[in-house]
C-alpha cells in the first residue's frame, strides 16, 4: 500500500501575489511560522521559521486534520459555519483560518503577540487569499511514492515514539 503526496505547481503571478499576502501577514504579526495549505494539508506556502521538510508536511497535516475534526464536531453541535480555530498554550498561540474555496491558513505565534491583532490582520489576508485563490488553477506537479511501514517509521521519529517492525 503506498500513499501519494500532492504537490502543486501554480501560476508564477498568483504565486507571487499569494507571498506577498502572506509575508505581509507575517510582518505584521510577527508570527513565528505562517502556513497555506489546502484542505487535505498540502502545502501551498509556508513562511517564517521553517522546520526541516517532514515536520513541515506534518505540521501542514495536522492544521488540516485538526480543523477537520471541528468542522465534524460543529457539524454534530449544528454550528455549519466554522471559519476560524484557536487555541493557545503556555508557549504559544495557533489559529487556523478557513479560506474559500478549500483552503487553511495556519499561524503560530509566541505567547506575547495580541491575539486580536491576529486574528485583525487574518481576516484582511483572508480575504485577499480567497480573491487570489479564487483566480488560482492548481494542477499536481509531482507525486511521491511512500510506502506504509517508511511513513509510520517517520512519524514515529518526529513524535518521538519507538518504531518496531
Known amino acids: 500500500m503506498e500513499l501519494d503526496i500532492i504537490q502543486y505547481d501554480i501560476d508564477p503571478e498568483i504565486k507571487r501575489r499569494l507571498q506577498m499576502v502572506l509575508q505581509n501577514l507575517l510582518n505584521k504579526t510577527s508570527a513565528n511560522v505562517i502556513i497555506l495549505t489546502d484542505d487535505a494539508g498540502r502545502i501551498v506556502d509556508i513562511k517564517g521559521k521553517k522546520k526541516d521538510d517532514v515536520e513541515t508536511e506534518f505540521l501542514a497535516t495536522l492544521i488540516s486534520g485538526i480543523f477537520g475534526a471541528a468542522v ?3 457539524k454534530i453541535l449544528r454550528i455549519e459555519d466554522l471559519e476560524v480555530l484557536q487555541y493557545e498554550s503556555k508557549s504559544m498561540d495557533v489559529v487556523i483560518k478557513y479560506i474559500r474555496p478549500r483552503f487553511l491558513l495556519g499561524i503560530i505565534v509566541g505567547k506575547g ?9 487574518l481576516k484582511e489576508a483572508g480575504g485577499e487569499l ?4 479564487e483566480k488560482a488553477k492548481m494542477v499536481p506537479s ?7 511501514k517508511d511513513l509510520e517509521e517517520k512519524l514515529n521519529r518526529i513524535l518521538g515514539g519507538a518504531y518496531e517492525a
Open 142 to 148: 509531482k507525486q511521491i511514492k511512500i510506502d506504509i
Open 130 to 133: 480567497e480573491e487570489v485563490l
Open 72 to 74: 465534524e464536531m460543529g
Open 113 to 121: 503577540v495580541a491575539l486580536g491583532t491576529v486574528r485583525l490582520f
